[in-house]
C-alpha cells in the first residue's frame, strides 16, 4: 500500500503541469540627491521568464542595506517573459547595497 502512494505521488510530481518562472535579469538604479528631503529614489528592474506549460505567479522583494523596502507579485503567463519594477524610498544620499529575492506563494495565498 505504501508503495502504491509512492508511485502514485511521484506520478503526480512528474506529470502535473506547473510554472517554471526564472528571474533573468535585475538591475538597480538610483535617483539623484534630492537636497530638500535628503533622499533618493531606488530602482529595481526585473524580468521574470515562464518556460513552463502552465501560467504562475511570483513574488520578488527588494532589500536596500538588508532591509526589506519593497514586495511585489507578478503573474508570468506560460512561455512567456515579463518586466517590472520595484521602488523604495531611502532617506541618505550615501552609497547603499541593494539585493533581490524571489518566492512562490504557497496555496492560494500572495504571500510566501
Known amino acids: 500500500m505504501i508503495v502504491l502512494a ?13 510554472p517554471n518562472i526564472r528571474l ?19 530602482t529595481a ?3 521574470f521568464a515562464n518556460s513552463g506549460t502552465v501560467d504562475g505567479y511570483i513574488i520578488a522583494r527588494f532589500y ?18 515579463v518586466q517590472g519594477t520595484l521602488e523604495a524610498a531611502i532617506v541618505g544620499c550615501l552609497s547603499h547595497h541593494y539585493s533581490l529575492d524571489t518566492c512562490y506563494p504557497s496555496g ?4 510566501c
Open 64 to 81: 536596500v542595506d538588508g532591509e526589506r523596502r519593497a514586495t511585489s507579485g507578478f503573474f508570468v503567463a506560460a512561455q512567456a517573459t
Open 6 to 18: 509512492i508511485m502514485a505521488l511521484l506520478l503526480v510530481v512528474i506529470f502535473v503541469p506547473r
Open 108 to 111: 492560494e495565498s500572495t504571500t
Open 24 to 42: 533573468t535579469n535585475v538591475r538597480y538604479e538610483t535617483s539623484s540627491c534630492d537636497p530638500v528631503t535628503s533622499s533618493v529614489l531606488a
Open 45 to 47: 528592474y526585473v524580468t
